[in-house]
């Protein structure tokens, strides 16, 4: 993100003293006004205003306006309203930014404020800070292997047993795909994703963060490009320029069109991913290192609701935030699209409503549960850290540096990063 989360925080921190929510006396026709910022696609914004609307028929005294963007605006508009005295009272933050913003005073401590009781406990301490809660969780994802169990079978392969299958066996099953196709469909598309390289690492005993710096080996890094860069040599995979052309977004991803037969996602766009092929997906999880213990995976908020630590509405926010994650009128609308919600009453209620893709999504998070590594919250500019590790795969992909010095160079920013 370039620092736009930094620049965010620090403007935001400089302006929380007169920018106390809507930018006015917080009063709209009577009601008291609370803004709601959030990012996303044009469904998660009606899917949001059907919430909004439904909160404010619980709850006639609170008008919600919901101050949506798209994703890649989100940080940079929030900070430049926050410049205007239009600070947000209720914020969506990412995991990356909690640590940012509840550092710099910026969020109000939620504990004993907002209903946690029905919340699962594990997850509901992944918004917390030195002990303090700044956040609350609106849902969890995963990060597994996605696979088309059809173009499997029609390239003559079958499904591996996910319990036993290695990265070797992956490639090499996706290398067939590919051959078997005549090139028509790849074996597998691959991303950059630090939750991809946090996996792989893990499977070797090795932390993302530890004491506030990226705790990776120099070698496990290295061996990371080095099993994307098997994955394009044996064209098991496109090359790096074929996989940049298809960007980030689930309704480009080679799954959603049926070009390639496995993908790693995050879990809740499985749904979307289903959508876009018009096929049934699965869920996998991901292969293994030989004689690894571990499996890697791990449990991560989709995203967080916060409130500003300066708002005048704390109250009506807080009601707000409460019904978002614990009413289950909210979780029928709003159903996986942050997530799988983490109240045990809410999942009950909706179910039945979620589509068979989130059935399925239900299903394996349930039967990987004994698999999954505690949520670690990263340090403070975390957030560029994407943006850092793309930089340094694509140097090393692209053939423009040798793995050994990306390994430095990247190490280098990454902490040089959270230093700041």
């Known amino acids: 993100m370039k620092r736009i989360l930094a620049a965010a925080a620090a403007t935001l921190l400089a302006v929380s003293a007169t920018a106390c929510g809507s930018g006015d006396n917080g009063e709209s026709g009577g009601k008291t006004k609370v803004v709601f910022s959030y990012w996303g696609s044009d469904s998660r914004q009606k899917l949001t205003e059907a919430a909004i609307a439904e909160f404010e028929r619980k709850n006639p005294s609170i008008d919600v306006e919901g101050d949506f963007s798209d994703w890649d605006s989100y940080y940079e508009k929030l900070a430049t309203k926050a410049a205007a005295g239009d600070a947000p009272d209720v914020m969506t ?47 969890v994802n995963a990060f597994p292997m996605i696979v088309n169990t059809a173009t499997l ?11 036993t299958w290695t990265w070797d066996d992956y490639i090499e099953t996706s290398q067939k795909v590919t051959e078997k196709s005549g090139g028509k469909v790849w074996g597998t598309e691959y991303n950059e994703n630090p939750a991809f390289l946090q996996i792989y690492a893990a499977q070797r005993g090795e932390q993302f963060y530890s004491g506030g ?31 940049l052309e298809t960007g980030t977004k689930v ?6 069109t049926n070009e390639s037969a496995f ?32 499996s890697g995976m791990f449990l991560q908020p989709a995203m967080y609701y916060t409130i500003s630590a300066k708002t005048e509405r704390a109250e009506a926010a807080q009601k707000f935030v409460d019904f978002l994650v614990n009413d289950p009128a909210a979780g029928a609308i709003l159903l996986s699209d942050r997530g799988l919600p983490t109240n045990a009453e809410v999942i009950a209620a ?26 670690v919250v990263p340090p403070k500019g975390a957030m560029e850290m994407e943006d850092i590790l793309k930089r340094a795969t694509d140097s090393v992909l692209f053939g423009k540096a040798q793995p050994d010095e990306a390994a430095k160079t990247f190490l280098t920013e990454a902490n040089g990063a959270l230093s700041q």
């Open 93 to 139: 933050i990412e995991i990356r930014g909690l640590a940012e913003y509840a550092g710099r005073g910026m969020l109000a401590d939620m504990n004993g404020k907002v209903n946690t009781a029905g919340l699962d406990q594990g997850v509901i301490k992944a918004g917390q800070v030195d002990g303090k809660q700044f956040a609350i969780p609106t849902g």
């Open 153 to 163: 079978k029609k390239y003559g392969q079958k499904v591996p047993d996910d319990k």
């Open 213 to 243: 710096k990226v705790a990776l080996s120099e070698q496990t890094i290295k061996d990371w490009w080095a099993l994307l860069q098997k994955i394009i040599d044996t064209k098991a995979g496109p090359s790096a320029a074929e996989m």
């Open 251 to 256: 309704d480009q991803a080679l799954l959603a």
């Open 263 to 294: 993908g790693s996602w995050w879990s809740n766009q499985l749904d979307a991913l289903t959508k876009g092929s018009g096929q049934d997906l699965d869920l996998l999880r991901m292969p293994k290192a030989p004689g690894a213990t571990a």
């Open 350 to 375: 909706i179910k039945g409503k979620l589509s068979p893709a989130d059935q399925k999504v239900l299903e394996f998070m349930d039967s990987i549960k004994s698999d999954l590594s505690p949520i």
